[in-house]
């Protein structure tokens, strides 16, 4: 059974300050992860996908990078607007479906 | 932008009553997925439709639920008789391809009294 970690729970930081998290996985044969954004209330927001250890993706603030057991997310001067949960979820194997972690709670403190 | 739309936003139910979740996915996607997430916890995946038939379900997923695509844009996640346990917020999602990024629609809680 896939299994997807997420480091920490919750962080707290504040405007500017840099820092990272981080998605570790165990599964076999890695066809996909993919990173969200969640606001309260609402629905996972598509951020990136990586396929293959190596493999780094960017958008704004943020940059996905992959390794064959995790993948960070990293916040580079992050701003109050970038307060959200980001869920990490991956797909393996012979199914198409993915697994969820529980999320990293960001706050970003002015 | 093309995005998944979701009704109502908000369902508050009786225990034992039929609830039906509706669905408009992203036009050109041929996948659609059913998602729910108590409070507090992860997403859980509940089933998926392809082709118009159940492609994966979850344990989840049981005699209790039923999903159908009515027309050719809709798709609906039906509970036939909910239970108090049944209350979460729940999520449609959809994509063009197999393994490729899903995109969620802005989910109905529901609410069983």
């Known amino acids: 059974e896939d299994q997807v970690t997420q480091s920490p729970e919750a962080l707290r930081l504040q405007e500017g300050e840099s820092s990272s998290l981080n998605c570790s996985y165990t599964?076999?044969?890695?066809?996909?992860l993919f990173w969200y954004r969640q606001d309260p209330g609402k629905g996972p927001e598509f951020l990136f996908t990586?396929?293959?250890a190596g493999e780094e993706k960017e958008k704004e603030r943020l940059k996905a990078t992959l390794t064959k057991k995790e993948s960070f997310l990293h916040i580079t001067a992050p701003k109050p607007e970038d307060s959200a949960t980001y869920l990490c979820?991956?797909?393996?194997?012979?199914?198409?479906?993915?697994?969820f972690g529980r999320g990293t709670s960001l706050i970003v403190h002015p | 932008e093309p995005e998944v739309t979701q009704t109502p936003s908000h369902q508050v139910t009786q225990m034992g009553q039929e609830v039906i979740l509706r669905c408009v996915p992203i036009?050109?996607?041929?996948?659609f997925y059913w998602y729910r997430q108590i409070l507090g916890q992860k997403v859980e995946f509940l089933v998926s439709?392809?082709?118009?038939?159940?492609?994966?379900k979850s344990e989840i997923f049981d005699d209790q639920f039923s999903v159908e695509r009515p027309d050719g844009s809709n798709f609906t996640l039906k509970i036939r008789s909910t239970k108090l346990e049944d209350s979460a917020m729940y999520f449609c999602?959809?994509?063009?391809?197999?393994?490729?990024?899903?995109?969620f629609g802005p989910g109905t809680r529901l609410t069983v009294l």
């Open positions: 036009s050109n996607h041929l996948y």
């Open positions: 999602a959809s994509t063009g391809g197999l393994g490729n990024e899903q995109f």
């Open positions: 979820a991956v797909v393996s194997g012979g199914s198409y479906i993915p697994t």
């Open positions: 990586l396929y293959s």
């Open positions: 599964v076999s044969g890695l066809r996909g």
């Open positions: 439709f392809y082709n118009n038939e159940i492609s994966e």
